[in-house]
């Protein structure tokens, strides 16, 4: 069904249909690219202009479509401790009068991979976050406007500076929202858990052609957020057989000629094997090491985590985000010494995978998963047919974890954009 507001928009026959923002960084200054699409054809003016500033310009415009560029002196960059916002108005004009406006907020910031480092406005960045899912009680997997604000408070409290929208596109309130409040976003697709096995053969190209129009998509819906730092093109996709490769090569090369700005990237369970990673700009890998394997044992899992990590790196060299590792915990339940299922564990959990990334130079992020606890379908594994993986409970109540994040994600005198010292 749907669960999210739908608007109809009346629009003028001749009106700006389409905006493409890229900004860059020329010393203190910034420069931003505009396209602007109409759905008119005859010669007409558009006036672009960032309000409140004297940047503006104006040019004749005689196709479907015009590049306009501003420059923008000593401009005020978008990071998330400044996450200053332009609001950029393009008209269309004929005669000397406007006949059709409109406005757009934008951040001037560049986002890249340079060797093993992710770089926001040229300078490292670190990325600190989760996974999550639009999910809250009695609502289900639905828009509950409250539960944004709510969620970006907790991520706040708690030092995040970022999230992966696993694994769909979220709500156009909670991608302004993260504009305005600084939040970067790995934003995905619905491609979750794709398989290329024998028995999907026959299937491929009609999924493939599937997989084309979620990236079309997300990328024109969101290529406009400042907020948005990269693409994934997937979650957990059993990519093993060789059809796999080339499936996401051409993903890839839709979504980089659609925004040529942004890193590319999926999120996978396969690890070594992810031959995507041989183009994808950055690697993303889930790991549960400690919970689905070596249940209950760190000691053991923590050091096969490491060999796979460096094993990983080694192959492609590459940035490395982890966005997904976590523990269920059951609010509520203590043990000592820390017991599966407890909330000692899921915080002892964290705590020691968050350890080891850091002794790792090659890896830029950590995401875990979750934020909440969510429901699932029924299943033995799933008490309550809950994931319980949240460092929340489903109705936003703090475990133990939050607590011990909140300690290792906001020390005193950290450097943001960095792991820092004082973290690791």
């Known amino acids: ?54 940047v503006t310009t104006e040019m004749r415009i005689t196709d479907k479509w015009a590049d306009v560029t501003l420059n923008v002196p000593d401009a005020q960059l978008w990071s998330p401790t400044s996450p200053h916002l332009y609001d950029l108005v393009v008209e269309l004009r004929r005669d ?16 890249a991979v340079q060797g093993d480092q992710l770089l926001l406005n040229g300078e490292p960045i670190y990325l600190r976050g989760f996974g999550r899912h639009e999910d809250f009680p009695i609502a289900g997997r639905g828009l509950v406007p409250p539960v944004i604000i709510k969620d970006y408070g907790l991520m706040q409290w708690i030092g995040a500076n970022s999230f992966r929208t696993s694994h769909y596109p979220y709500s156009e309130a909670m991608m302004r929202l993260a504009d305005q409040l600084g939040v970067l976003i790995i934003d995905e697709t619905p491609a979750v858990g794709l398989y290329f096995d024998d028995s999907a053969a026959d299937t491929l190209p009609q999924r493939l052609e599937l997989c084309r129009q979620y990236v079309r998509e997300l990328v024109s819906r969101d290529r406009n957020h400042p907020s948005v730092i990269m693409w994934s093109l997937a979650n957990e996709p059993h990519s093993q057989p060789a059809a796999a490769k080339s499936f996401f090569r051409d ?3 839709l979504a980089r000629s659609m925004d040529s700005s942004r890193p590319i990237t999926l999120a996978s369970h396969v690890g070594v094997l992810e031959e995507a990673f041989e183009f994808l700009d950055v690697m993303c890998l889930n790991r549960y090491l400690g919970w689905y394997s070596q249940p209950g044992q760190l000691d053991l899992a923590l050091p096969l985590l490491s060999q796979e990590l460096d094993a990983l790196y080694e192959r492609y060299k590459k940035p490395l985000i982890m966005t997904e ?7 509520g339940h203590h043990a000592q010494p820390p017991e599966m299922f407890s909330e000692e564990y899921q915080a002892e959990f964290v705590t020691r995978y968050i350890q080891l990334f850091r002794t790792k130079p090659y890896i830029v992020g950590e995401h875990i998963w979750n934020l909440c606890d969510f429901k699932t379908g029924q299943s033995v594994r799933r008490p309550n047919s809950l994931n319980m993986k949240g460092v929340f409970t489903r ?27 004082s973290d690791r």
């Open 96 to 111: 000397g009068s406007t006949f059709d406006q409109y406005a757009l907020p934008i951040g001037i910031r560049t986002i």
């Open 395 to 421: 109705d936003r109540r703090p475990k133990l974890a939050a607590h011990q994040l909140r300690a290792l994600w906001t020390p005193p005198h950290r450097d943001d954009n960095s792991k820092g010292d």
């Open 251 to 253: 993903l890839f090369d």
């Open 325 to 331: 590792f976590g523990a269920d915990a059951m609010a």
């Open 1 to 54: 069904g749907i669960h999210r507001p739908v608007l109809v928009y009346i629009t003028p026959n001749d009106g700006v249909s389409d905006l493409t923002v890229i900004t860059e960084i020329a010393g203190s200054d910034g420069v931003v690219h505009v396209r602007v699409a109409r759905t008119g054809s005859d010669p007409v003016d558009v006036r672009t202009a960032l309000r409140g500033t004297d």
